[in-house]
Nanobody, 123 residues
């Protein structure tokens, strides 16, 4: 069993930055694929970015060049550095984990989910 707890959300002005954290329990964190998804009001949950245990990443086009995912396996944590934030980035951000994935952009590939953290970007 893996438990995920997100933190770091808040309110920021457009153009600003935020750093989200996700702390994971479980002994096999270092081998898991970790990802961030987000869900805006009235919209479906969408993929943001994912990172493999060895450090490889994949991100959505909408955040490429602005958001960076990283992980610290010693701390069983994954981070999302968000720069140049836009009002359309406003959403609840969820941390997700899976032992392995085939299609990292598909939410059904992920077994474990956090409770989410709200990010609001004001214009």
């Amino acid at each position: 069993q893996v438990q995920l707890v997100e933190s770091g959300g808040g309110v920021v002005e457009a153009g600003g930055s935020l750093r989200l954290s996700c702390a994971a329990s479980g002994r096999t964190f270092s081998t898991f694929v970790m990802a961030w998804f987000r869900q805006a009001p009235g919209k479906e949950r969408e993929f943001v970015v994912a990172i493999w245990g060895a450090g490889g990443t994949v991100s959505s086009d909408s955040v490429k060049g602005r958001f960076t995912i990283s992980r610290d396996n010693a701390k069983s944590s994954v981070y999302l550095q968000m720069n140049s934030l836009k009002p359309e980035d406003t959403a609840v951000y969820y941390c997700a984990a899976a032992p392995s994935v085939v299609r990292p952009r598909r939410q059904y590939e992920y077994t474990y989910w956090g409770q989410g953290t709200q990010v609001t970007v004001s214009s």
